[in-house]
């Protein structure tokens, strides 16, 4: 159905910076939302942004400022830059897509995760 590659997690000090990407491809009519959540462990999977692509970004109170969700709609790819990056920002990070196939049903699909580790 759709295939969604994550890349850019890694290790990085306190302060630093990275820059996610997630790239869908497949059987795409459409793609609605394109958004981020973060897992980190002994926590519930919370949303850290997410674009509609119609209206205004959406992101979580703890990241507003620093993090930035953009997306290529012409690659069906949603990007993360995250700056001033904190420990606790330190999780294993999902892309998510709403996506409607080219048969016309909608569907809701996860990227296998990166891991982001804010440590000195």
């Known amino acids: 159905q759709v295939h969604l590659v994550e890349s850019g997690g890694g290790l990085v000090q306190p302060g630093g910076s990275l820059r996610l990407s997630c790239a869908a491809s497949?059987?795409?009519?459409?793609?609605?939302?394109m958004g981020w959540y973060r897992q980190a462990p002994g926590k519930e999977r919370e949303l850290v942004a997410a674009?509609?692509?119609?209206?205004?970004?959406n992101y979580a109170d703890s990241v507003k400022g620093r993090f930035t969700i953009s997306r290529d709609n012409a690659k069906n790819t949603v990007y993360l830059q995250m700056n001033s990056l904190k420990p606790e920002d330190t999780a294993v990070y999902y892309c998510?897509?709403?996506?409607?196939?080219?048969?016309?049903?909608?569907?809701?699909?996860w990227g296998q995760g990166t891991q982001v580790t804010v440590s000195s």
């Open positions: 497949g059987s795409i009519f459409s793609i609605n939302t």
């Open positions: 674009n509609t692509g119609g209206t205004s970004p």
């Open positions: 998510n897509v709403k996506w409607r196939a080219t048969w016309g049903l909608e569907y809701d699909d």
